[in-house]
């Protein structure tokens, strides 16, 4: 049966703007009771904060001022969430960055940031506060997980990452023994601010030129159809896959070759 998003609860990381500020108002839109919205940038998350209560109504949603690359600070947005709407069953991992130039920094919010909301949800709070008997975590790669973006490759490293943990995470082993469905989801370029402001964020000018052939072929996705999306991809999708959505289409799963297949005969 497909996973009712009805009465339950989301925490999404990175949603005070772009792709997962959308994911939280289309998530409402498909009846979800409530929803955390955990970010580091307090004026922009207040300001999301107030765009859901201007079309959804007060109790909602919540603002907590989060910083993903401590498991601390993380945590502290899954308690909040559940001391204020008792339960949840969905997290979105989607805070990331995409700046090569301080690629300590970006390596730290998209790998170390995703690990940190896995096993929180996973091994605690959507296992132990989930509504009913399923709880969902969708991380978010990038298509640059699943193909060569040789303008920013430690981006794409961490978003490859992302895919080889939600496969892990995701196998059946872990589901059989928390009920929790793991995916990815791996937009393309989607007309948001990290596309727009993408330009210097890289290793240097062998890297900004390769960068600038890119952006000349690039058309910018809606986040609405990321949002849209996602919802399909928690309503319908097994444990463990990856889906992309670019171009504003509907998603498609992107499989794994099985390696047997390459060994020698």
């Known amino acids: 049966m497909p996973f009712d998003i009805t009465n339950k609860v989301a925490l999404i990381s990175g949603a005070a ?12 839109r498909n009846g979800l009771r409530g929803v955390t919205i955990a970010d580091i940038n307090k004026e922009l998350g207040e300001k999301a904060l107030q765009e859901i209560k201007n079309e959804f109504g007060s109790n909602k949603a919540i603002f ?17 969430t559940v001391n204020t709407f008792k339960n949840l069953d969905i997290l979105v991992n989607g805070a990331g960055i995409l700046n090569e130039s301080i690629w300590q920094q970006e390596i730290a919010i998209n ?35 699943v193909a060569s973006f040789p303008a920013f490759p430690i981006y794409s490293g961490t978003k ?6 939600t496969k892990a995470f995701g196998d059946e082993a872990h589901y ?31 890297y900004e030129k390769l960068l600038q052939e890119l952006l000349s072929g690039i058309h910018g996705q809606k986040p609405e159809s990321v949002a849209k999306g996602l919802v399909q991809i928690v309503r319908h999708a097994s444990s ?3 889906w992309c959505v670019e171009d ?7 499989l794994w070759p099985e390696r047997e297949n390459f060994a020698p005969k």
């Open 17 to 28: 703007s772009g792709i997962c500020l959308t994911i939280a108002k289309e998530l409402l």
């Open 111 to 145: 790998v170390n940031g995703t690990v940190h909301g896995i096993l929180l949800a996973l091994e605690n709070y959507i296992l132990k506060h989930k509504t009913d008997s399923e709880g969902v975590i969708v991380n978010i790669s990038s298509i640059a997980g």
């Open 240 to 242: 463990g896959g990856a």
């Open 248 to 254: 504003d289409k509907e998603p498609y799963e992107f």
């Open 160 to 165: 490859f990452a992302i895919l080889g943990m």
């Open 176 to 206: 059989k023994r928390t009920k929790i469905r793991v995916m990815a989801i791996c937009p393309g370029p989607t007309d948001t601010p990290l596309l727009r402001e993408i330009s210097g964020r890289n290793l240097g000018e062998p």
């Open 64 to 80: 907590v001022l989060t910083d993903v690359t401590s498991m601390k600070s993380f945590e502290e947005a899954f308690q909040k």
